[in-house]
């Protein structure tokens, strides 16, 4: 079991929370001084997305991801930068005539959800291993074996780390079938998402199967969403992984209490100091995880 526990703050992702917490960063300006304040509350890494500034809703504009990492650059921080790649994959289609794609699409290919990546070269980026049934109704999430070979052996090219995303045990297996293939250096990189309506649910058990799944020498995280975030902390570094918290997959420190990103940062660190381990800083995550330097 690793002792020194990486902290992310997933900072606020692209679902439709805006309205309903004041918290949740919108502005590159607002996601910048996030990461600043989950840093300094202990997260060794910063999950960014980006949102249109005027709707609110997720975006996948290079300039704002360009504004946003500057910005955090500008203040001297050392902390590790992963942004996601996996805007670009929704699908809502017509239940009338499904071949005909509605409002709320945003599908692209595989390489044109990665010109921020290419500009920016973080650290990390995500891959979100598989397509699913994005929650109810008619919204599905698209992530082709095709798409995904095509995006890991570009990632791979720029040198930058890739998270696995994993919604559930079909995504393991193929990101396990793309390190085999040559797709992923050393040390992979897996994240298993829990409790995503309709991917894997939050079940303990499940949780330790998928661990089970990983090949040897992963690095791996685990996190799930709303009441079951702070929960899964405790879960997650008991089986020896990384953890995530965040407002990008819960808006509560508690019933009924709103919370910031640097107030579950702040809740994770004292669930993972209680447990008698300790949190790693940027430069042991960027260790462990086989990051350059910065």
Request: hydrophobic fraction near 45%; charge should be negative.
């Amino acid at each position: 079991m690793a002792n020194d526990v990486i902290i992310t703050a997933a900072l606020t992702g692209a679902a439709d929370t805006t309205g309903k917490s004041e918290f949740v960063p919108v502005s590159p300006e607002q996601i910048a001084r996030d990461a600043v304040a989950a840093h300094e509350a202990g997260a060794a890494v910063v999950h960014i997305h980006v949102r249109n500034v005027e709707t609110g809703q997720g975006s996948r504009a290079v300039a704002l991801y360009r504004e946003v990492v500057e910005r955090i650059k500008e203040t001297g921080i050392d902390v590790v930068i992963n942004l996601t790649a996996g805007m670009g994959g929704d699908l809502v289609i017509d239940q009338e005539d499904p071949l005909k794609p509605v409002d709320g699409t945003d599908l692209v290919g595989g390489l044109e959800r990665l010109p921020h990546v290419e500009e920016l070269l973080p650290d990390i980026c995500t891959i979100d291993c598989g397509s699913l049934n994005f929650g109810d109704g008619s919204q599905l999430y698209i992530s082709t074996p095709d798409m995904l070979r095509a995006g890991a052996k570009r990632i791979q090219e720029l040198g930058v780390r890739p998270e696995l995303e994993i919604f559930d045990t079909g995504n393991l297996w193929f990101a396990n079938k793309m390190i085999d293939e040559g797709l992923i250096d050393a040390p992979p990189l897996f994240q298993l998402c829990s409790g995503i309506p309709w991917g894997a649910p939050p079940n303990p058990a499940l949780l330790q199967a998928m661990v089970g799944m990983l090949p040897a020498g992963a690095n791996w995280a685990s996190f799930a969403l709303g009441r079951d975030q702070l929960r899964w902390v405790g879960l997650t570094a008991a089986l020896g992984g990384n953890v995530r918290v965040g407002l990008e997959d819960n808006l509560y420190l508690r019933k009924g209490v709103k919370a910031s990103n640097a107030q579950l940062v702040e809740r994770a660190v004292t669930i993972v100091e209680g447990m008698g381990m300790s949190v790693a800083s940027p430069a042991q995550a960027r260790e462990q995880l086989g990051l350059a330097a910065r």
